[in-house]
């Protein structure tokens, strides 16, 4: 069984978002999405799956087809640098159930694995294979895949804890995201919530303005963090 990996997509670096931030990981790069967002920060991960078609027959010469067991393997020898925490990311890791549910059962549970998904699709089973789903929705989906995103939601904290992890890049932005976090929450309460900046907006100063008091209040009301990426700022990848 063969997954598709984006070339030099298993390494070892530091965990630069959400609860587990500053940890120690290795991490996994799947190629392909079914989103196209503006800021994503893997464009190069995005072109060999087209969400109309599916993976494209030809194969990029930015991915490449590991077996389960090499991918297993490479992850194993990162491991055993005392590294036990594993992030799948990508691209989107519920493009690749199958061969996710393999490499789950090869990896055992002595890593802890943490799946980075856009919660647009379900997890069918992957969740039994994951400790901690870190999600993103995005908010310029909520209103057109408002049901998708709840029934992903659902579907992940079922069977594991979840992470609610919102990229904002405006007030607008910030707004929507505090109705997902409490639709969201209803279901089931994440484990962590959190509004991560987008970079360009940080770097635009907006913090240091006027609406800095706004912003605190509703941090203390909906009891949400506020982020910025950290591999940016100490420039690590
Ligand atoms: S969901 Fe993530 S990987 Fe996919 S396009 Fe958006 S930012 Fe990029």
């Not at 789950?104 to 294979?129: F, I, K, M, Q, Y």
């Not at 999600?135 to 989906?141: E, M």
């Amino acid at each position: 069984m063969n997954l598709r990996v984006m070339k030099n997509g298993i390494w070892a670096t530091i965990q630069g978002e959400g609860k587990l931030i500053g940890t120690p990981s290795v991490f996994l790069r799947v190629a392909g999405c079914n989103l196209r967002c503006t800021w994503c920060d893997t464009p190069h991960s995005l072109p060999d799956y087209d969400p109309a078609k599916g993976f494209l027959p030809v194969i990029t010469n930015k991915a490449e087809n590991l077996t389960v067991r090499e991918v297993a393997d490479r992850i194993e020898i990162l491991t055993n640098y005392s590294l036990d925490h594993v992030v799948i990311t990508g691209g989107e890791p519920t493009l690749h159930i199958p061969e996710l549910k393999a490499l789950g059962e090869l990896l055992g549970r002595d890593v802890h694995v943490t799946v980075e998904s856009n919660c647009t699709l379900p997890p069918l089973g992957l969740a039994w294979h994951t400790d901690l789903a870190s999600l993103s929705p995005k908010v310029f989906h909520w209103r057109g895949k408002h049901k998708s995103i709840v029934h992903a939601y659902k579907a992940w904290a079922r069977s594991t804890d979840v992470q609610l992890k919102i990229v904002v890049a405006s007030l607008e932005d910030i707004r929507v995201a505090a109705q997902m976090i409490s639709e969201l929450s209803y279901h089931v309460e994440p484990v962590w919530a959190g509004l991560q900046i987008e970079s360009s907006w940080l770097r635009n100063g907006w913090l240091e303005k006027e609406h800095r008091p706004a912003l605190f209040e509703f941090l203390a009301s909906h009891n949400i963090r506020l982020m910025a990426q950290m591999h940016p700022i100490l420039k690590v990848a």
